[in-house]
């Protein structure tokens, strides 16, 4: 017991003399990084392979350059339904064989439509992968937009649309989003609305289908244990591409019903430019307090990241421990940004009980003001680094993981980016950009704050997709 004792004192003694020296790491796993291949097609697709062979399982995605900010106004939502019309049947399967024919091997499908985008992905083993591929390229290149499916898909993104107007959440985001960015279309709903989802028949579809789907608005992304002949295949299955069609005019309802979405945004947009109150029957305060942001290309992208990181990004951050940890005043709080192709926006989010949001905010506006006066210390900085490296080294793992970072690098970036270009970055953002930024981004008398709290239910406010995935499996 005296030798177990005396072995565990040293023990301690050597981690506490070691805890704040810096230990040599092996940087090559990431530093080292093989970057996915790359192919134009002959259609004008392009096609990136990253070959895992360790890899148990090989996953499959097709990724559409364009998504809802992308849309007319007419057409608010298209991209979302074509999303789950893609999934109810094609000239040779119904709905039902296709959904069977993914289950028969074990294959994993999932598709989600965000403000930039729209991709549909499938995992299956390598074993199966000649059968996944042939039905996820017929699925979403010869879709039947059968009329009444059609039909009865409208009333199934209706009641998603409802559902996320239940979601206070979801509400007080879309309200938010649409105040942040105003005039931009990146402030519409991804699922668009009742009236215009419901203006979607077969022809506007297969027109808008053949748009989107155009070969040079195709990234096909493809990671995993690839065996010989899998590039070929995919090659061949996404080469060529589709015959245009005119897209039909709008109808006077559509019209009618982009006027009223539009109005109704406009109507949120109240007295205060700087405050949103939403209320509906509910018991919690929900609340939104932020800002315009980047975009992924902005140079000051990674500064805002530590930014939001450092206020509210894990359980030391700055808010998550005034708000919850010292005063108790919520459950979840937590900042986030939102960047896409040419803007952003940042955030605080989270809810309370509505008797504690006016000390909520007051809690909010010191840590954001302290942060202006104070600076950041070395410490705190070195910090956050080391978290969102270790968060974006982690990232490599996974076959999935491979695949989605491939093809957001092509649609966002036009080049694969290395982690290690990241990592660099990260380490060469100092103090003086963040505190400039900081002043600019994250000044509390510049952000607009948006509650959604119990009340009579107005009406106010539209669903959103929160563009994280919709997952129609």
Same mark, same amino acid.
């Given at each position: 017991?005296?030798?177990?004792?005396?072995?565990?004192?040293?023990?301690?003694?050597?981690?506490?003399?070691?805890?704040?020296?810096?230990?040599?790491?092996?940087?090559?796993?990431?530093?080292?990084?093989?970057?996915?291949?790359?192919?134009?097609?002959?259609?004008?697709?392009?096609?990136?392979?990253?070959?895992?062979?360790?890899?148990?399982?090989?996953?499959?995605?097709?990724?559409?350059?364009?998504?809802?900010?992308?849309?007319?106004? *007419?057409?608010?939502?298209?991209?979302?339904?074509?999303?789950?019309?893609?999934?109810?049947?094609?000239?040779?399967?119904?709905?039902?064989?296709?959904?069977?024919?993914?289950?028969?091997?074990?294959?994993?499908?999932?598709?989600?439509?965000?403000?930039?985008?729209?991709?549909?992905?499938?995992?299956?083993?390598?074993?199966?992968?000649?059968?996944?591929?042939?039905?996820?390229?017929?699925?979403?290149?010869?879709?039947?937009?059968?009329?009444?499916?059609?039909?009865?898909?409208?009333?199934?993104?209706?009641?998603?649309?409802?559902?996320?107007?239940?979601?206070?959440?979801?509400?007080?985001?879309?309200?938010?989003?649409?105040?942040?960015?105003?005039?931009?279309?990146?402030?519409?709903?991804?699922?668009?609305?009742?009236?215009?989802?419901?203006?979607?028949?077969?022809?506007?579809?297969?027109?808008?289908?053949?748009?989107?789907?155009?070969?040079?608005?195709?990234?096909?992304?493809?990671?995993?244990?690839?065996?010989?002949?899998?590039?070929?295949?995919?090659?061949?299955?996404?080469?060529?591409?589709?015959?245009?069609?005119?897209?039909?005019?709008?109808?006077?309802?559509?019209?009618?019903?982009?006027?009223?979405?539009?109005?109704?945004?406009?109507?949120?947009?109240?007295?205060?430019?700087?405050?949103?109150?939403?209320?509906?029957?509910?018991?919690?305060?929900?609340?939104?307090?932020?800002?315009?942001?980047?975009?992924?290309?902005?140079?000051?992208?990674?500064?805002?990241?530590?930014?939001?990181?450092?206020?509210?990004?894990?359980?030391?951050?700055?808010?998550?421990?005034?708000?919850?940890?010292?005063?108790?005043?919520?459950?979840?709080?937590?900042?986030?940004?939102?960047?896409?192709?040419?803007?952003?926006?940042?955030?605080?989010?989270?809810?309370?009980?509505?008797?504690?949001?006016?000390?909520?905010?007051?809690?909010?506006?010191?840590?954001?003001?302290?942060?202006?006066?104070?600076?950041?210390?070395?410490?705190?900085?070195?910090?956050?680094?080391?978290?969102?490296?270790?968060?974006?080294?982690?990232?490599?793992?996974?076959?999935?993981?491979?695949?989605?970072?491939?093809?957001?690098?092509?649609? *966002?970036?036009?080049?694969?980016?290395?982690?290690?270009?990241?990592?660099?970055?990260?380490?060469?953002?100092?103090?003086?950009?963040?505190?400039?930024?900081?002043?600019?981004?994250?000044?509390?008398?510049?952000?607009?704050?948006?509650?959604?709290?119990?009340?009579?239910?107005?009406?106010?406010?539209?669903?959103?997709?929160?563009?994280?995935?919709?997952?129609?499996?």
């Amino acid at each position: 017991m005296a030798v177990a004792a005396a072995v565990t004192a040293t023990a301690v003694v050597a981690v506490a003399a070691g805890a704040g020296r810096k230990l040599p790491m092996n940087l090559d796993p990431y530093r080292n990084e093989t970057p996915p291949r790359r192919e134009d097609l002959p259609g004008g697709a392009v096609m990136l392979t990253a070959p895992l062979p360790s890899a148990t399982a090989v996953t499959l995605g097709v990724w559409l350059r364009r998504g809802s900010q992308d849309e007319e106004p *007419y057409l608010g939502g298209v991209s979302h339904f074509l999303e789950h019309m893609v999934f109810k049947g094609t000239r040779r399967r119904s709905a039902f064989e296709l959904a069977a024919g993914f289950d028969a091997i074990g294959a994993a499908v999932d598709a989600f439509t965000t403000k930039d985008l729209v991709a549909f992905t499938v995992k299956v083993l390598p074993e199966y992968f000649e059968t996944a591929s042939g039905l996820l390229a017929e699925m979403l290149l010869e879709p039947a937009f059968a009329p009444d499916l059609t039909l009865l898909e409208q009333d199934v993104v209706c009641e998603e649309i409802q559902e996320a107007l239940d979601t206070p959440e979801d509400r007080l985001h879309d309200a938010f989003a649409a105040r942040i960015y105003g005039d931009h279309p990146r402030g519409r709903p991804i699922l668009g609305t009742p009236d215009l989802v419901r203006s979607f028949g077969p022809d506007v579809l297969r027109a808008h289908h053949a748009r989107l789907f155009a070969p040079a608005n195709l990234v096909v992304s493809l990671a995993g244990n690839l065996a010989p002949g899998f590039e070929a295949r995919v090659a061949g299955l996404f080469t060529g591409g589709l015959a245009p069609q005119p897209v039909p005019p709008p109808s006077a309802a559509a019209l009618a019903a982009a006027r009223e979405a539009a109005s109704a945004v406009d109507a949120r947009a109240g007295a205060d430019p700087l405050r949103l109150e939403l209320t509906s029957p509910i018991l919690q305060a929900y609340f939104e307090v932020g800002n315009v942001g980047v975009s992924f290309a902005h140079p000051d992208r990674l500064a805002i990241y530590l930014l939001v990181n450092l206020l509210g990004g894990g359980m030391s951050s700055r808010v998550f421990q005034a708000v919850r940890e010292r005063e108790g005043l919520a459950y979840t709080v937590y900042n986030y940004h939102d960047m896409g192709r040419d803007t952003g926006l940042v955030s605080c989010s989270g809810s309370c009980s509505p008797e504690k949001l006016p000390r909520l905010e007051e809690v909010l506006r010191h840590e954001y003001r302290r942060l202006l006066s104070d600076g950041i210390p070395a410490a705190e900085l070195d910090s956050n680094k080391a978290q969102l490296k270790s968060q974006l080294i982690f990232s490599l793992d996974g076959v999935s993981n491979q695949m989605y970072r491939a093809a957001r690098n092509e649609i *966002y970036y036009g080049r694969f980016v290395p982690v290690a270009e990241l990592v660099d970055g990260i380490d060469r953002v100092d103090g003086d950009q963040l505190m400039r930024c900081a002043a600019t981004w994250f000044d509390p008398d510049r952000m607009v704050i948006a509650v959604h709290g119990p009340g009579e239910d107005l009406g106010e406010g539209d669903g959103e997709d929160d563009g994280d995935g919709d997952g129609d499996d």
